[in-house]
């Protein structure tokens, strides 16, 4: 097996290792936001500068989990053209 095409399957193993890890961490971080939610409403002592503060954290991990997932997603294309770029022409 030559090296790019080595590669490639590496940058397709990385992307399919990527987003499975990435649909986990969403489903993780909403399940989780669904139950600080959930107890912060039924608490009796919640108030609202809390449930403000509560809604900004997860505001904020949301934003940074899309940011970090748009960067990969990124980087593994790059390598990927990178990787393609060294390829061979056919016919020569």
Not at 34 to 45: A, G, M, V, W
Not at 46 to 68: C, F, H, I, P
Request: glycine fraction near 4%.
């Amino acid at each position: 097996m030559n090296q790019v095409k080595w590669g490639k399957e590496m940058v397709d193993f990385m992307r399919s290792t990527f987003d499975t890890q990435m649909a986990t961490m969403a489903t993780l971080q909403n399940q989780w936001e669904k139950i600080f939610k959930t107890t912060f409403e039924r608490t009796l002592t919640s108030q609202e500068e809390g449930r403000e503060m509560l809604n900004e954290w997860l505001a904020v991990t949301k934003k940074n989990r899309e940011d970090y997932k748009k960067m990969m997603e990124e980087s593994i294309t790059n390598l990927g053209t990178m990787l393609k770029s060294a390829e061979p022409e056919k016919g020569k």
